[in-house]
T-cell receptor, first 110, second 113 residues
Framework: GQQVQQSPASLVLQEGENAELQCNFSTSLNSMQWFYQRPGGSLVSLFYNPSGTKHSGRLTSTTVIKERRSSLHISSSQTTDSGTYLC????????????FGAGTKLTIKP | GPKVLQIPSHQIIDMGQMVTLNCDPV?????FYWYKQILGQQMEFLVNFYNGKVMEKSKLFKDQFSVERPDGSYFTLKIQPTALEDSAVYFCASSSGTNYEQYFGPGTRLTVL
């Protein structure tokens, strides 16, 4: 079955609003990474966050292992935040494959 | 931060030909990966490689696919022969082995005609 589920599939907000993206997983977790995928396809690594909360500017990632979820919060969104956000789970023993979610397509309107 | 390079950025070939995609991983990384993303679809794992060997491969990693990293040079993905369904962006990644963070290259867009 699907190991990594992202929600929502798409999200449309007005500039200045906060965005909350979710990633739920059905297996045990070794690591969780969040990426921003540019329209051209290249990946920008946002967070490597196996547990707890991390901050980077307007972005916050929280991973709660017991609840098998990870979230990405974008505060005071800007039009340049528009794009696709991917979470990726690495399970089991480490340095193995990572399984990507299907992504959340975020659109920020001016 | 650490960078993974991929060469070429784009490749167009005729069906049935051979293609080699090259990845220059982060220096001193030990684990290497290939992922495939068909346009508009989900990123999917192909194969990972450690100590000169394939550790795990997915069902997408067909018999026509092979990987190697001769003498610490490029980590390569070879497809021979190519098929139309191989058209996709192929991403290379590497990790250190001391933690599980994977660093991704910019991708090679492969078009098979």
């Amino acid at each position: 079955g699907q190991q990594v589920q992202q929600s929502p599939a798409s999200l449309v907000l007005q500039e200045g609003e906060n965005a909350e993206l979710q990633c739920n997983f059905s297996t045990s977790l070794n690591s969780m990474q969040w990426f921003y995928q540019r329209p051209g396809g290249s990946l920008v690594s946002l967070f490597y966050n196996p547990s707890g909360t991390k901050h980077s500017g307007r972005l916050t990632s929280t991973t709660v292992i017991k609840e098998r979820r990870s979230s990405l919060h974008i505060s005071s969104s800007q039009t340049t935040d528009s794009g696709t956000y991917l979470c990726a789970l690495e399970a089991n023993y480490g340095n193995e494959k990572i399984t990507f979610g299907a992504g959340t397509k975020l659109t920020i309107k001016p | 931060g650490p960078k993974v390079l991929q060469i070429p950025s784009h490749q167009i070939i005729d069906m049935g030909q051979m293609v080699t995609l090259n990845c220059d991983p982060v220096s001193n990384h030990l684990y290497f990966y290939w992922y495939k993303q068909i346009l508009g679809q989900q990123m999917e794992f192909l194969v990972n490689f450690y100590n000169g060997k394939v550790m795990e491969k997915s069902k997408l990693f067909k018999d026509q696919f092979s990987v190697e990293r001769p003498d610490g040079s490029y980590f390569t993905l070879k497809i021979q022969p190519t098929a139309l369904e191989d058209s996709a962006v192929y991403f290379c990644a590497s990790s250190s082995g001391t933690n599980y963070e994977q660093y991704f290259g910019p991708g090679t867009r492969l078009t098979v005609l």
